[in-house]
């Protein structure tokens, strides 16, 4: 079973700082990486897929890089609705597995 | 708009049996490979099972094999999670979704309980 590891657990950012998140496989999924957004009492929602394609409406300001082991979402300018838990998943092989999620909260 | 309606939920005494469904719209269902994703309170994602379009790919989490079974009826739409011999640790929200990730349901709990 691939592993992913996310870090950091929890960012402490204010509105309209960059965010950075990271999420490192134990193996390589290749570009095979997505993320999610979750707010609570919510579904996740789909941010980013093939490690740097943006889902359907989701803004700019949203940006996945990486491949192998090694990915970063990107938050360019965090907004107020963008204060939520994040989480990564491959999806190489099965089982797919998702990432601890990191929060990212309000400073 | 696409919309996933899960139902089914509820409490079951460990050992117990339930069946989810899942109802789709403003998508042609048939189309699309669709999974079951659970979260267990306060907790994170774990990704449940796969079903193909036409039923003739299953792929289930380890801890779920031999217990639960993934069906789907393209004619009504729907997907089902039958799940057997419930256990306290599948306590846990049940979405279904589309497998690209791109359409969840809003969830269903599932409380194994005695």
């Known amino acids: 079973e691939i592993v992913l590891t996310q870090s950091p657990a929890t960012l402490s950012l204010s509105p309209g700082e960059r965010a950075t998140l990271s999420c490192r496989a134990s193996?390589?999924?290749?570009?095979?990486l997505a993320w999610y957004q979750q707010k609570p009492g919510q579904a996740p929602r789909l941010l980013i897929y093939?490690?740097?394609n943006r889902a359907t409406g989701i803004p700019a300001r949203f940006s996945g890089s990486g491949s192998g082991t090694d990915f970063t979402l990107t938050i360019s300018s965090l907004e107020p609705e963008d204060f939520a838990v994040y989480y990564c998943?491959?999806?190489?092989?099965?089982?797919?597995?998702f990432g601890q999620g990191t929060k990212v909260e309000i400073k | 708009e696409v919309q996933l309606v899960e139902s089914g939920g509820g409490l079951v005494q460990p050992g117990g049996s339930l069946r989810l469904s899942c109802a789709a719209s403003g998508l042609t269902f048939s189309s699309y490979w669709m999974t079951w994703v659970r979260q267990a309170p306060g907790k994170g994602l774990e990704w449940v099972a796969n079903i193909n379009q036409d039923e003739s790919l299953k792929y289930y989490v380890d801890s779920v094999k031999g217990r639960f079974t993934l069906a789907r009826d393209n004619a009504r739409n729907s997907l089902y999670l039958q799940m057997n011999s419930l256990r306290a640790e599948d306590t846990a929200v049940y979405y279904c979704?589309?497998?690209?990730?791109?359409?969840w349901g809003q969830g269903t709990l599932v409380t194994v309980s005695s």
């Open positions: 979704a589309t497998v690209n990730g791109g359409f």
């Open positions: 093939d490690a740097s």
């Open positions: 998943q491959q999806r190489t092989n099965w089982p797919w597995t």
């Open positions: 193996q390589s999924v290749s570009s095979y």
